[in-house]
Each structure stands twice: as structure tokens, then as C-alpha cells.
């Protein structure tokens, strides 16, 4: 049975209405075995023991203070990777109301690659799978946050995409997504992944300098 779009729990924040952002054109791609990353050993032994704090956040309002304000916006966002509860980026998230597990009703290729071990979830719409993560309710600040952290404009587009629930399918939602845009074809001979539980992603404060230009230099660039 199909999922259908439903309204969202009175217990839920009044979101802001989602705007689609461009997709990159879905490249053509040989479609991969639905795994998971559980059964693959080299995928689940941790390199290392994950912070668990974060620092505070560089933009103003944060959702402590202003999550339930009428200048405070609140959106859906769908994270499928290091943004997990468990994982080293999960902090970015200690602000923002968790909602629950959900799934995308569209088919991505997610795939662990490059040499951070980095969980990718590619703009490659009808391949790969219906892919697990955590739905979560965030304003304004943390939004830019996320934006900072994935690189947006540069690495990934953030879109809108339905995910439905994973204890209810019948429940659906738009929710904004963090796509891969760049290196598609190379990504995708990696293994499709329906579910990420890799351990062996390397966190930025232990990595080398910055080989790519920051969503944030490119902006005070064009200014």
C-alpha cells in the first residue's frame, strides 16, 4: 500500500512551507544489491572513539532559546548518516526535536566513499534504495548549520523529498534532504547501502586541511 501524505501530529512544531531546490539530472547508473552496511565487517569495526560535545553555534538565535517563537521558523530534515543519534556529527542535532525513524518513499543510492569515509547519499533519484535515517524538527539556526556542514552549493543541494515513517508507512512527509551532487559516477560503483552504520568516518577536526572551497568562502567571495 502506497504511503499517503498526512498532517503532522498536533505534538509537532508548525513547520515553514519547503522549496525544492534543483536537482543535478539522474545519471545513469548500474543498480547495486539492497545491503546493509551491518554485514560487512570492514564497514562496522570503529577507527576510533567519536567526540561527543559540541561547540556552540556560530549563527544567532539558537533553537534552546528561540525553538518555539513566531521569528523562529521550523523545518523538517531528514539525515541519514553521521547526523544519527551515535555518530560523530549527531551533536550539530542536540537542539533540534528528534521525531522519529523514517524512510525515503523515493529510491537513493547510499553509499560510503572517498577517503573519509564519508556516507553520500547521491542525486541519483530511482537507484539504489529506500533508504533509513531520522526525521528531525530544526529552526532557522541550526538549518544554517547543517548547510555549513554539508557544503551546500559546493558537495551537496539540500531538496525536499517524502519520507514516511517507519512505525506508521501510512504517514508522510516532505522533508529537506542533503544530496550529493558531484562525483556521481564515481560514487556509484560503491555498495548501495539501505541503512548506514559505518564507523570508520573520519571527523573534520582530525583531518588534514581543507581541500575544497567552504560554502562560506565562496559566499564573502561573491560579496
Keep these: 500500500m502506497s504511503a499517503t501524505a498526512l498532517t503532522a501530529p498536533a505534538f509537532l512544531p508548525t513547520m515553514a512551507p519547503l522549496k525544492n531546490s534543483l536537482h543535478t ?40 532559546a528561540n525553538a518555539h517563537t513566531p521569528s523562529s521558523k521550523m ?5 541519514y548518516g553521521t547526523l544519527k543519534k551515535g555518530f560523530p556529527n549527531a ?3 542536540d537542539r533540534a526535536t528528534f521525531v522519529g525513524d523514517f524512510r525515503t518513499l523515493t529510491r537513493y543510492p547510499l553509499v560510503v566513499g572517498g ?14 534504495s529506500r533508504v533509513k ?14 548547510d555549513d556542514l554539508e557544503n551546500v552549493g559546493v558537495n551537496y543541494s539540500r531538496a525536499v523529498t517524502k519520507v514516511s515513517s517507519c512505525a506508521d508507512r501510512s504517514f508522510a512527509i516532505d522533508a529537506f534532504v542533503y544530496l550529493k551532487t558531484n562525483n556521481l559516477h564515481e560514487l556509484a560503483a560503491k555498495e548501495y547501502l539501505d541503512d548506514y552504520q559505518c564507523r570508520l568516518y573520519v571527523p573534520r577536526h582530525m583531518r588534514a586541511t581543507r581541500s575544497v572551497p567552504s560554502r562560506k568562502s565562496l559566499v564573502s567571495s561573491s560579496k
Excluded: Q, W
Design 25 to 64: 539530472p539522474p545519471l545513469s547508473a548500474k543498480r547495486k544489491p539492497r545491503s546493509s552496511s551491518s554485514n560487512n565487517p570492514s564497514l562496522s569495526t570503529p577507527a576510533f572513539s567519536y567526540p561527543e560535545k559540541r561547540p556552540p553555534s556560530k549563527h544567532k538565535t539558537p533553537l534552546a
Design 75 to 79: 523545518h523538517y530534515v531528514f539525515v
Design 91 to 93: 551533536y550539530m542535532l
Design 115 to 128: 577517503k573519509y569515509n564519508s556516507p553520500y547519499l547521491l542525486d541519483m533519484p530511482s537507484k539504489g
Design 133 to 146: 535515517g531520522e526525521l528531525y524538527a530544526v529552526d532557522d539556526a541550526v538549518l544554517a548549520d547543517l
